[in-house]
């Protein structure tokens, strides 16, 4: 089994991070978990003393919409009306994950160890094609004070997110950037600044335009030679606690910025090529008041945060070679019922300046959501969501709907 940063016995999550071992109570009515098995693992690496988890979830969505929104299972924008009937209904799977986490070769304090978390999308999220789409797939070597990690994972930047059934979308474009998958090398230190108080520094260096999110970024842009430079300040008081329904800490807070730049040529010379700088900061915050109520929430501003779902998706304006100023956030509240059933509403919104972008672009974009989650047991979940969500358009309108998604959802 593998072991968490404080040596805490964790598993990996869906996210590709450790999370603690802890089993529910029993309940009365609720399917049980099945009981461990005494025969040795099923799963076993060629090399002595490597411990393998093998998991991840079958997760199967139906998504009934009002309007025309994209991508149709995971929607970031509604579409303009095309005078035509818009609702649709999808059913979906691709939101299901395959999880591969390995440890086992220890040098001094150090344990070497690898993620491989994947999700059933084409290529790109934006596609709408099913396929094999990596997202953590990352090395690394870590002990109490110090981790340090290379592949692809997570933005360093604006990482919290929104608790989503629509786990793929969760308010990107719509006021959340960063949660995003980059190849990045990066380095994280702990301090322990109390007796349950925790400061984490992170730093990186990632790829400064990746195509897993809209291959379109990569169309007329190139890298400069540099990569995109992440950093993040966090500070998080978690104090033991067997009455907390949520499992949030009691309190966290970060701070993160990211900076790069880009070139943007013109394949048919239609332009001279030119570099546009890429920034952005946010603030991020989390608290639980009580066992049963949580708040989260985030804010951010930058320019051509397209690469990190800010700016809704948008880089830079190619008629004035000028880069899109954006600003966006969002906020969360969760209250657990009982251990086994949670709900958890919010909303978001992205904005750029109209100044900065071309008619027929993305203006704003919004999206309110409200959802219902049960756990059946540890491996059986079951939700519902109702969202809203409303695009303008630069000199096109505005446009809004809403969608309606069942989940249902066994892990492994």
């Known amino acids: ?106 040098w001094k304090s150090f344990r070497f160890g690898g993620v491989i978390l994947a999700q059933f999308f084409d290529g790109d999220v934006l596609s709408g094609q099913y396929g094999f789409y990596p997202g953590a797939l990352y090395g690394y070597m870590a002990n109490d004070d110090w981790k340090f990690s290379f592949g692809m994972q997570m933005d360093v930047f604006s990482p919290r997110i929104p608790t989503m059934i629509d786990s793929m979308s969760a308010f990107a474009s719509s006021g959340n950037p960063g949660n995003s998958f980059k190849t990045q090398f990066r380095g994280e230190r702990y301090v322990q600044t109390g007796e349950h ?71 048919t010379g239609e332009f001279r090529q030119f570099e546009t700088r890429l920034w952005g900061v946010a603030g991020d915050a989390g608290v639980q008041i009580g066992r049963r109520f949580g708040v989260q929430g985030e804010l951010y501003t930058g320019a051509s945060m397209g690469p990190y779902l800010g700016a809704i998706n948008q880089t830079v304006n190619l008629q004035t070679q000028t880069a899109i100023d954006s600003a966006g956030g969002w906020g969360e509240v969760a209250w657990a019922w009982s251990p086994r059933v949670k709900s958890y509403a919010g909303y978001g919104i992205d904005a750029v300046d109209a100044a900065d972008v071309a008619v027929g672009s993305f203006l704003t974009n919004e999206t309110a959501f409200a959802n219902l989650w049960f756990d059946q047991s540890r491996m059986t979940r079951f939700g519902v969501e109702g969202t809203w969500r409303r695009t303008e358009y630069v000199g096109a309108g505005r446009y809004d709907g809403y969608a309606l998604m069942l989940m249902s959802e066994f892990r492994f």
């Open 197 to 267: 108080d925790t400061l984490t520094i992170t730093g990186a260096v990632a790829d400064a335009l990746p195509t897993n999110i809209a291959p379109n970024f990569a169309q007329y842009t190139e890298n400069t030679g540099l990569p995109n430079g992440e950093i993040r300040v966090a500070w998080k008081h978690a104090p033991p606690s067997k009455e907390s329904l949520l499992g949030w800490a009691p309190f966290e807070a970060g701070v993160s910025a990211v900076a790069g730049k880009f070139r943007t040529f013109s394949p």
């Open 1 to 106: 089994m593998p072991v968490g940063n404080r040596g805490v016995p964790t598993v990996a999550n869906e996210a590709g991070e450790a999370e603690p071992v802890v089993a529910p109570p029993p309940a009365s009515g609720v399917a049980q978990d099945p009981a461990p098995e005494t025969s040795p693992p099923l799963v076993q690496s060629r090399f002595a003393g490597v411990r393998i988890t093998l998991g991840g979830s079958v997760r199967t969505t139906i998504t009934a919409t009002t309007a025309r929104m994209v991508p149709d299972a995971t929607p970031f924008f509604v579409l303009p009306d095309f005078g035509a009937d818009q609702g649709s209904t999808k059913l979906d799977a691709r939101l299901s994950t395959f999880l591969l986490a390995v440890e086992g070769l220890q």
